[in-house]
């Protein structure tokens, strides 16, 4: 069973903070990984996607990938109480049909 | 417009009757999926179908059902519930290959 870890959390930061959210995978054939939001009663969404190992940056968003690892962050600079959510983390299979979804970590910024 | 919608958003049922959840999407993707969302958050794929057809299966109980008349459409039957089905279950579609999905709202399932 091919899996994606994460820390359920939840993970308590202050507005303003860095947010450090990590991920680790098992099936070293993975090549491409994602981060999607969930807010409480909501659907997941699509916010950083992630090919190549190092840093990819989206305004507030980074992502990174060390696959010699098998580790994927996300980094939330400038936190903001909107940002209070569940992220998941997923890795897409060799074959590119499938996304294997991590338990997702809740993050909390307060005001 | 909506662009992947499920119908109905709430079930509630006793165990051992019959529903179905219907998904529709209007994004013109090829590939359409079903997860599962237990209570503790972990999103589990159930099926796949790629224009109509089953890719992906995931050692789901046979109680459980899907079907595609076509590739805007997923519908899920799911037979003699039991209580452990219950659970939010997500349609979602996406172009093949693609790690971009897009989910519906989700139908919330609830076994007595």
């Known amino acids: ?111 | 417009d909506t662009a992947v919608s499920q119908t109905p958003k709430y079930l509630v049922t006793q165990m051992g009757n019959d529903k179905s959840i219907k998904c529709e999407q209007n994004l013109g993707h090829d590939t359409m999926y079903w997860y599962k969302q237990d209570s503790k958050k972990f999103l589990k794929i159930m099926f796949s179908y790629n224009n109509k057809e089953l890719i992906i299966n995931e050692t789901v109980p046979n109680r459980f059902s899907p079907k595609s008349p076509d590739k805007a459409h997923l519908n899920l039957h799911i037979n003699s519930l039991e209580l452990g089905d219950s659970a939010v279950y997500f349609c979602a579609s996406s172009q093949r290959w693609s790690g971009e999905l897009f989910f519906g709202e989700g139908s919330r399932l609830t076994v007595l």
Request: with cysteine; glycine share 10%.
């Open chain 1, 1 to 111: 069973q091919k899996e994606v870890e994460q820390n359920s959390g939840p993970l308590s930061v202050p507005e303003g903070a860095i947010a450090s959210l990590n991920c680790t995978y098992s099936d070293r054939g993975s090549q491409s990984f994602f981060w999607y939001r969930q807010y409480s009663g909501k659907s997941p969404e699509l916010i950083m996607s992630i090919y190549s190992n190092g840093d990819k940056e989206d305004g507030r968003f980074t992502a990174q990938l060390n696959k010699a690892s098998q580790y994927v962050s996300l980094l939330i600079r400038d936190s903001q109480p909107s940002d209070s959510a569940t992220y998941l983390c997923a890795s897409r299979n060799n074959a590119g049909n499938m996304l294997t979804f991590g338990g997702g970590t809740r993050l909390m910024v307060k005001p």
